[in-house]
DNA sequence: CTAGTTGCAAAGAGTTTGCATGGCG
DNA sequence: CGCCATGCAAACTCTTTGCAACTAG
């Protein structure tokens, strides 16, 4: 969808791409992105194309009313589901032999087609238990 | 926490009651209520309060910022998990089999602790996919 | 040069809050 | 009667949009 390769679009891509995985809010962005110069409008507006684009997913904090955004174009991103801490807030990647065997038992005993992009499944992870 | 059953809050409380396990926006309660005389801040005020108490749960749905509450309060909502269908809108309850298994599977290959409560897969329901 | 992009500021949408009034217990 | 909850309106926060200026190709 975007046709220029602007020196702000520049900027997000590299610092989306240097933080895959993270939860961003747009005014982290804008801030980290400060010393680059780029407005919140011009983040708001790339971080809409990124969305359509796929390349971006919008997730948010359970029992927080904050929307995050983060960057999964990566290739291991597309195979298999995500978990979120709820504690410290890392998203984990899913067992890729667990994801499948989930998918399989949904279209089989529930009928149900999982988007593995807009999925996010809560919880906590090892290391928050232990502490 | 709340401390008298105002007539808001009971007509706030029968009307989740009869629309559980289905998607609700604070507009739409009032929408709906307004008959009965409930302020927006009201609704609000009381979603809270409910959302502490757990039992409403904030739900979003995917690709859109409109953000929804689901009253979540029956024995059956306890002990499963949720799939939402992204086409239709409908919340179905994860058979509990798989429910079962796959927390199994998460805690013994990923060591991830899933949270029932938060947790809502997307996807396609069998109705939508016929269509 | 020309159309896409940006920044700014204003407009919107959704949610929260302060305060006086009203009502539950 | 006393305190909690409500309604209203104002305040806030986050996001979107219109428009003139800028810039990538």
Redesign the interface.
């Given at each position: 969808m975007p046709k220029y390769m602007t020196k702000q679009r520049k900027a997000l891509l590299d610092y989306l791409s240097c933080h895959a995985d993270e939860k961003l809010s747009a005014k982290k962005i804008e801030a980290d992105l400060s010393s680059e110069g780029i407005s919140i409008s011009a983040v708001y507006r790339n971080i809409s194309d990124l969305e359509k684009e796929g390349k971006i997913r919008?997730v948010?904090q359970?029992?927080s009313?904050e929307?995050f955004y983060q960057y999964t174009d990566g290739a291991h991103c597309k195979e298999c589901l995500h978990?979120s801490?709820?504690k410290c807030g890392k998203t984990?990647h899913?067992?890729s032999?667990?994801t499948k065997?989930?998918i399989e038992?949904?279209a089989k005993?529930?009928?149900?087609?999982?988007?593995k992009a807009?999925?996010?499944?809560?919880?906590?992870?090892?290391e928050c238990?232990e502490k």
């Open positions: 919008r948010n359970s029992g009313r929307v978990l801490c709820e984990y899913m067992n032999e667990v065997m989930l038992n949904l005993s529930d009928e149900f087609a999982i988007d807009s999925t996010v499944l809560y919880g906590v992870c090892r238990r």
